[in-house]
T-cell receptor, first 116, second 115 residues
Framework: GAVVSQHPSWVICKSGTSVKIECRSL??????MFWYRQFPKQSLMLMAT?????????EQGVEKDKFLINHASLTLSTLTVTSAHPEDSSFYIC????????????FGQGTRLTVV | AQKVTQAQTEISVVEKEDVTLDCVYE???????LFWYKQPPSGELVFLIR??????QNEISGRYSWNFQKSTSSFNFTITASQVVDSAVYFC????????????FGQGTELSVKP
């Protein structure tokens, strides 16, 4: 149980376009989802916390107008990178928790975004 | 402040050598969890172990073992008789209770096992 699916696995887009990444909890309801970003040879940095039915909470330094997060249902959160630029090229990975008392971290497979 | 430090950026060993990956954490919380993940080149995170702050027993799983010491705030990971397939980036992470699943990751250690 506790499977998280992330789609797409990789995407290449042109500079200036927007890209949507989906994170789905397949066999549980995820009250909270987290979005992380990982640049090459670096660690995973939390970008934002997505709570179902409310606005996402962004970490300091993350532009909320550029990285739009929508958690419209208990099984789906989306991250949209708007007006993508080459510096947004990165590995994006989501994780989901069942509730605030969650003691596990269930990760998606990650999405490798390349902006050309 | 909560923080995880993996001081070893890269480690290179020859197959069959033992190798220890260090992890030091900082938190004022009394209830927390510590994780180790393996990240192969494909990028996905492979869960290795979770340990809660009240359980200081060391754990062994095959060639993997973990040493948790609260006195030194360390949670070190040892691979015995390393193999080429162990080559990957390994992350130590801190999880605080009542945060719904949010992890604080260390910088990662890239392990290269040469034949």
């Amino acid at each position: 149980g506790a499977v998280v699916s992330q789609h797409p696995s990789w995407v290449i887009c042109k500079s200036g376009t927007s890209v949507k990444i989906e994170c789905r909890s397949l066999d549980f309801q995820a009250t909270t989802m987290f979005w992380y970003r990982q640049f090459p040879k670096q660690s995973l940095m939390l970008m934002a916390t997505s709570n179902e039915g409310s606005k996402a909470t962004y970490e300091q330094g993350v532009e909320k107008d550029k990285f739009l997060i929508n958690h419209a249902s208990l099984t789906l959160s989306t991250l949209t990178v708007t007006s993508a630029h080459p510096e947004d090229s990165s590995f994006y990975i989501c994780s989901a928790g069942r509730d605030r008392y969650e003691t596990e971290a269930f990760f998606g497979q990650g999405t490798r975004l390349t902006v050309v | 402040a909560q923080k995880v430090t993996q001081a070893q950026t890269e480690i290179s060993v020859v197959e069959k050598e033992d190798v220890t990956l260090d992890c030091v954490y900082e938190t004022r919380d009394t209830t927390y969890y510590l994780f180790w993940y393996k990240q192969p080149p494909s990028g996905e995170l492979v869960f290795l172990i979770r340990r809660n702050s009240f359980d200081e027993q060391n754990e062994i799983s095959g060639r993997y073992s973990w040493n948790f010491q609260k006195s030194t705030s360390s949670f070190n990971f040892t691979i015995t008789a390393s193999q080429v397939v162990d080559s990957a980036v390994y992350f130590c992470a801190l999880y605080l209770s009542n945060q719904g699943g949010k992890l604080i990751f260390g910088q990662g250690t890239e392990l290269s096992v040469k034949p």
